[in-house]
Each structure stands twice: as structure tokens, then as C-alpha cells.
């Protein structure tokens, strides 16, 4: 070192387990089955290659073809049927301009005071899963909550009804139908009533709208298909 001959010698690392083949293997049966764990793919090409392969090590490989881990978009299962369904609603009213203007569209939604959705993320380092500004804290027992029910139009929208307990036919026809929704279309020149899922399909509701003479706009596809 006094001298000034020395050099620094390069780093030296494992050698590579996988080919490039491989790892373009790996990509694909990350592709071909999207829910396929690292480790299932380390056993098949474990299979394979007939030499030791970690999960550790085909997490890089993945993440090196542009490959992540995240959670999946929830969906409904749609049939077939479901899916023509939903083509012929929308065949149907793809001409529609000033006639969305009369339609009424009605909602319902729970409020839950002491849980959240699942949705929320947190920044964090390695080492910080137990910081205490990153932990959500949760009651596991009933938490209290409200149901509230509201509708809308193009010019206008109801009153934000409390609805007591759950909503079922019954409650659905006295605390939101017959004092808010049948007040609020006779106040409209001209309106249709978007039917919504359950338990505005079910039969009972279906005779109250016929009853009143209340023109509905038909859902594609009833809960009950599904």
C-alpha cells in the first residue's frame, strides 16, 4: 500500500441460479397464473433444473420482468348471460341524451365508526411493521354504525334517510319509499326510477311500484343470478 501497487479487488457474488431461459420461464408462469406463488414457481423449476431454487429467488426474477406483488381488483362473477345482459341494457339506451335527465337514481350505504375498508396503506422503513404510527387499530367485536339512503336526479335529490337496522323489503317500503320517494316523483314533471339491487327486485317491491304507476328503469342483473 505504501508503494501505491495495490488495487482493489471486485466484490465477489453467488453465482446465478436460474439461465436467462429460466427467468423468462419464471415470467411466464407468473403470467399464465397470476395468483401462482414464488414458491410454487421455485418448486417447478426446482422440477426442472433438478438443483435448489428459493422463493427469495424468484421474487428478484419477477420483479426484473416488471412483475409485483399487489392485491387484486374485486369483481363480480359475470356469466355469460350476465354479460349479454348488460350489452343489450346498454344497446338500448346508447341513444339516450335528454332522456338521463329524468331518471332517479337511489342508493344506500353503511357508516361504520370503527372499521375502514382495507384500502388504507402506510409508508413505512424495513423494521417499522410495529412502529405505532403504522398499525391500524381495530375493534374485533361489533362496532356501531349507521345506515343512510339517499337519492338524486338531474335537477335535484331526496332527503338523507336514517335507515333503523337492516334494510329489507318491509323497511325499505316504509322509511324510504312511501315518505321520500313517492313525494319527491310527484314533484317531478316526468321521472324514472332506476331499479337498484336487492330488495328492490324482490316481488313486494315490484307491486308497489306497479300499484303507484311508477315507471322503472329495469336492472340488467338481479342479485339474485348472481
Known amino acids: 500500500m505504501q508503494e501505491g501497487t ?5 466484490r465477489s457474488h453467488p453465482p446465478q441460479c436460474t439461465t436467462s431461459r429460466e427467468d423468462r420461464q419464471i415470467g411466464r408462469m ?3 397464473d397470476r395468483s401462482v406463488t414464488s414458491r410454487t414457481v421455485a418448486q417447478l423449476i426446482e422440477s426442472v433444473t433438478h438443483h435448489l431454487v428459493f422463493a427469495r429467488t ?13 392485491h387484486p381488483l374485486l369483481g363480480l362473477p359475470l356469466t355469460q348471460s350476465h354479460r349479454r345482459l348488460r350489452r343489450q341494457w346498454c344497446d338500448e339506451r346508447r341513444m339516450w ?17 370503527q372499521h375502514h ?9 424495513r ?5 405505532n ?14 345506515m343512510v339512503w339517499g337519492g338524486i336526479g338531474h ?18 317500503i316504509s322509511e324510504a319509499l312511501e315518505p321520500v320517494v313517492l313525494p319527491y316523483l310527484q314533484g317531478l314533471a316526468t321521472a324514472i326510477f332506476q331499479q337498484d339491487n336487492a330488495p328492490h327486485v324482490a316481488r313486494i317491491i315490484q307491486r308497489f311500484f306497479l300499484n303507484h304507476q311508477i315507471e322503472l328503469l329495469p336492472w340488467t342483473a338481479p342479485s339474485s343470478d348472481l
Open 155 to 172: 335537477h335535484s335529490r331526496t332527503p338523507l334517510v336514517r335507515i333503523a337496522g337492516a334494510l329489507n323489503s318491509q323497511s325499505y
Open 133 to 146: 404510527s403504522c398499525v391500524m387499530h381495530r375493534h374485533t367485536g361489533p362496532a356501531p354504525g349507521i
Open 30 to 32: 407468473a403470467v399464465t
Open 127 to 131: 423494521g417499522e411493521r410495529m412502529l
Open 58 to 70: 424468484i421474487r428478484p426474477r419477477l420483479q426484473q420482468s416488471g412483475l409485483s406483488a399487489r
Open 117 to 125: 375498508d382495507d384500502r388504507i396503506r402506510v409508508w413505512k422503513h
Open 97 to 113: 341524451a335528454a332522456e338521463w335527465n329524468e331518471v332517479v337514481f337511489t342508493d344506500e350505504s353503511h357508516i361504520y365508526l
Open 6 to 10: 495495490t488495487d482493489r479487488r471486485g
